[in-house]
């Protein structure tokens, strides 16, 4: 019966080829849309899902909170320090590891190329912090780090861009305005959202300090490794009671730092690309509701032009439902073909629209969005297909018999 | 008796006025009878067809097809009905125009719920006895209006009904071709098949052994002919 119901369906689409395609557009449309927009964030979520992986759950991230607009942070001196970091590592339970970073944009110079980068002055432990290692030469050892060691590691951009030669290892660098020796090479990161990874220069923290002053580092992010997932949130606690104690925040006050933990980054990120999602599904439903129409005007437009059709069936022996069912099956048919389509162009689209914009990763088009796509295109069908149904099954087999 | 109407009324409301399309109509038909009904338009011969074909329900009286009392059913019984107990030929043929010849003819066993193989099986048998057992393919657009209504008729016959109902089913044919559709009904009504046909056209209405005039809603006539050697 139903296979019938379909073989008829067919038929007359068929029968109507541009008309039936006509019906479909809004569905299309609509469906391309979400899957064109699907993939393309998903891919995003991909990308950046991948690459806080490399840092791991494990990973904590504190700074100083800035905000102007906060009366509890106004005309206060908002710091982070080194010593913060070193307390933390000593009384709170649970943590790994320990970096604090420096940060400052600085020129580097070799030979006549001047090049603008980032300056990272970092701790003994940033390579398992940030989960990213030396790949020539060595890290910083506690010697250098003791002596603030005017020594320095690179990443491959810096190396590029100031046409550093082999054997790059020795070489002398002008970072500001200061000379140091390079005595290693980053692991290459390549791009992540079109920001290169690779380009910054790191020297040891303390060498930092002995350059850029006391003042200068009154504001440093610090990074921890928790022992284990389940120690992260405990950490987080420790940290937050240890930092306001030291800060001396009073009860009540807000804190004048920032933890972040992985998974919140993730919940942050995830949260926009939720967001952009949900904007474009509230635009993508007018498109469904608009294709909806339209079936619902051609299936009014066909139900009228085979009222004898309908007559005859009736006389035949075809009951209300019998004829319900044809004409949903009908409505149905048509959307689904319409998802069918939609899904495929959205593909293409998400996968064009991924390869034209620079630096974006590679679309991913997720099972569950075809299905959405689908059932959304079924729904509108059923819905939509159901007034038009209704009136072709009360039809009157007498006069349906007598219309001409 | 395979069909006994009494006292069948229908009455039509149209604003003020009321409609007496049938008045009392008294009717008793054999199984294996071909019966014509005859009467000027306006007569109520179309709306007594319409509820011996169980299309339209009367106001009152009592109508019992095949020991089923059918006067009083809802609309999905009367589909069935329909389906098992008529076939319909219409004037105008009424086939799908965008099905096969036999796809025409599977029509009422789709609705009967018979398995594919049975339909194809069937609607061919139904084909052959009409004479287009080789016309399967067809559209009816490639078919002749003597075969399009042999098509109909296959239709009508296929699921085994009680009576062939036929409206007017010559009016839309040259004579020669409804000469040969009348030869087919009386083969038919030869083979036991029970026929009534409603028609305007006394040559036709004389191919039948009954004929039952109405006028104004009531049976004026009711007459047997001498045909087929039956006592007239």
């Known amino acids: 019966m139903i296979w019938d119901n379909l073989l008829i369906a067919l038929q007359a689409i068929r029968a109507n080829k541009m008309r039936s395609l006509l019906t479909m557009l809004g569905i299309i449309i609509g469906v391309a849309a979400v899957i064109a927009v699907v993939s393309i964030v998903q891919g995003l979520n991909f990308v950046i899902a991948t690459q806080f992986e490399g840092v791991g759950v494990t990973y904590i991230m504190v700074f100083p909170r800035q905000d102007l607009q906060d009366p509890d942070l106004a005309g206060r001196e908002v710091t982070l320090t080194y010593e913060d970091g070193l307390a933390i590592m000593e009384r709170a339970t649970g943590l790994a590891y320990f970096n604090p970073i420096f940060f400052r944009g600085e020129v580097t110079k070799a030979g006549s190329r001047r090049y603008a980068t980032m300056l990272l002055g970092v701790g003994p432990y940033h390579q398992e912090v940030a989960n990213h290692w030396v790949d020539r030469g060595r890290f910083f050892s506690d010697l250098d780090l003791q002596r603030a060691a005017r020594v320095c590691l690179v990443g491959q951009e810096v190396i590029d861009e100031l046409e550093l030669e082999e054997p790059v290892l020795g070489t002398d660098l002008i970072v500001g305005s200061s000379a140091f020796t390079i005595i290693g090479v980053m692991e290459y990161q390549g791009e992540m959202l079109g920001q290169n990874q690779d380009d910054f220069v790191l020297i040891p923290i303390t060498t930092a300090r002995d350059i850029y002053g006391v003042e200068a580092f009154k504001q440093l992010r610090l990074d921890f490794q928790a022992e284990s997932p389940e120690t992260v949130d405990q950490a987080r606690d420790q940290m937050t009671e240890i930092l306001r104690e030291r800060h001396r925040l009073p009860e009540g006050m807000k804190n004048d730092f920032q933890i972040l933990l992985q998974e919140e980054l993730l919940e942050t990120t995830g949260a926009i690309l939720g967001t952009i999602t949900s904007v474009v599904a509230g635009i993508v439903s007018i498109a469904l509701l608009v294709g909806g129409i339209g079936i619902m005007n051609i299936m009014l437009v066909s139900v009228t032009e085979r009222t004898r059709e309908i007559g005859v069936r009736k006389a035949v022996g075809a009951r209300k439902s019998d004829i319900l069912v044809q004409f949903l099956i009908e409505a149905v048919t048509i959307s689904l073909f319409g998802g069918f389509i939609g899904v495929l162009a959205g593909w293409g689209l998400g996968i064009l629209g991924a390869k034209a914009i620079p630096g974006f990763p590679p679309a991913h088009v997720p099972l569950w969005a075809v299905a959405l796509g689908f059932g959304f295109a079924a729904l509108v069908g059923i819905f939509f297909g159901t007034y038009p149904a209704a009136k072709a099954s009360a039809l009157d087999p007498i006069e349906a018999l007598r219309y001409e | 008796m395979l069909i006994t109407i009494s006292a069948l009324r229908k009455i039509y409301h149209m604003g003020e006025v009321e409609v007496r399309a049938l008045d009392g109509v008294d009717l008793e038909v054999d199984a294996g009878e071909y019966l014509a009904i005859m ?194």
Do not use: W
């Open chain 2, 39 to 232: 009467g000027p338009s306006g007569s109520g011969k179309s709306t007594l067809m319409n509820l011996i074909g169980c299309l339209d329900t009367p106001t009152s009286g009592d109508y019992i097809l095949n020991r089923q009392r059918v006067s009083d059913l809802d609309d999905a019984e009367l589909a069935e009905i329909r389906n098992h107990e008529i076939g319909f030929v219409f004037q105008t043929f009424n086939l799908l125009s965008r099905a096969t010849a036999l796809a025409n003819v599977e029509l009422p066993l789709i609705y009967a719920r018979t398995s594919v193989k049975e339909r194809r099986q069937r609607a061919q048998e139904a084909l052959e006895k009409v004479g287009l057992g080789d016309r399967g393919k067809h559209q009816p657009n490639e078919l002749s209006g003597g075969q399009r209504q042999r098509v109909a008729v296959a239709r009508a016959l296929v699921n085994n009904p009680s009576i062939l109902l036929a409206d007017e089913p010559t009016g839309n044919l040259d004579s020669r071709t409804s000469a040969e559709i009348m030869d087919l009904f009386d083969e038919l009504n030869k083979g036991g098949n029970t026929l009534v046909v409603v028609t305007h056209e006394e040559d036709i209405a004389a191919r039948a052994q009954r004929i039952v005039r109405l006028l104004d809603g009531k049976i004026v006539v009711d007459e047997k002919v001498g045909n087929s050697g039956e006592p007239s």
